[in-house]
């Protein structure tokens, strides 16, 4: 009795084991994606959260920067206590009165600023948005007097949702367009960084001595000589 018991069992677990592989095998082709059936089934829990952590970025749009409302307050709702946020300059101030900081010399520029999504996606604790930020050029921007122009300023960022918060920031945006828009060019020069803030050296951004080089050189042109039915020219 009890091995037929046992049997049954694993039958049972077999079967449903099937059924999993099946609906696994349904998803793939649904997706156009070769996920194992274990990803699929975090892909699907993931959705609940990934809504909510939608919502946040949503309110923190239209309190804080749509809402034209960075207050201690108003910031403390939308942002953790420890928030970081990866995009701010060398320098700048941490947490709530860094934000404040660049939110106030953005307005002081811009008029009436307001994000529009363009895209959001969700994986795990993280949401990434595609927007374009429109506004008024009204204040001195980067040297250049207002010019009363309608700018739109493409954007991308990524935020890490934690209790209900946002927690850390990374962002980069298209200052090129917005300097077309209000009728001046940018200029690239080097910025003196701390060295505490540096990031650090990976192997393939350290630069090569001399005698490496010549090494490099000789063994391109070896492999590009003629009889390798290669042209250097």
Same mark, same amino acid.
């Given at each position: ?6 049997? /049954? =069992?694993?039958? /049972? ?6 059924? !999993?592989? #099946?609906? *696994? ?7 156009? $994606? ?32 749509? =809402?034209?409302? +960075?207050?201690?307050?108003?910031? #403390? ?6 928030? !970081?946020?990866?995009? #701010? ?8 009165? &860094?934000? /404040?900081?660049?939110?106030?010399? +953005? ?5 009436? @600023? ?5 895209? %959001? ?6 949401? =990434? ?9 009204? &204040?001195?921007?980067? &040297?250049? @007097? ?17 209790? &209900?918060? %946002?927690?850390?920031? +990374? ?7 917005? $300097? ?9 020069? /080097?910025?003196? !960084? @701390?060295?505490?803030?540096?990031? @650090?050296? !990976? ?9 490496? $080089?010549?090494?490099?050189?000789? *063994? ?14």
């Amino acid at each position: 009795m009890k091995m037929t018991s046992a049997r /049954q =069992g694993t039958e /049972q677990q077999s079967r449903h084991q099937s059924e !999993v592989d #099946a609906a *696994a095998n349904r998803l793939r082709e649904l997706l156009g $994606a070769d996920l194992s059936a274990e990803e699929i089934v975090q892909a699907v829990l993931d959705v609940p959260r990934i809504e909510e952590n939608k919502k946040v970025l949503l309110r923190f749009q239209k309190e804080v920067f749509n =809402g034209h409302d +960075w207050s201690t307050e108003t910031l #403390a709702r939308n942002l953790t206590e420890d928030f !970081v946020d990866h995009a #701010a300059m060398p320098g700048d101030p941490p947490g709530f009165e &860094g934000v /404040q900081m660049r939110f106030s010399a +953005w307005a002081s520029a811009f008029e009436d @600023p307001m994000e529009d999504n363009i895209a %959001i996606i969700g994986e795990g604790d993280l949401l =990434g948005v595609m927007y374009n930020l429109h506004a008024h050029h009204n &204040g001195e921007f980067m &040297g250049v @007097p207002p010019t009363n122009r309608e700018v739109v300023i493409p954007g991308m960022e990524i935020v890490r949702i934690r209790d &209900g918060k %946002i927690a850390e920031h +990374w962002g980069i945006y298209d200052f090129l367009r917005t $300097a077309e828009e209000i009728g001046t060019n940018l200029t690239f020069v /080097q910025r003196d !960084v @701390p060295d505490a803030v540096k990031r @650090p050296e !990976v192997p393939w951004a350290v630069k090569m001595t001399e005698a490496d $080089a010549e090494n490099v050189s000789t *063994a391109a042109e070896d492999y590009l000589r003629p009889e390798r039915g290669w042209s250097s020219s």
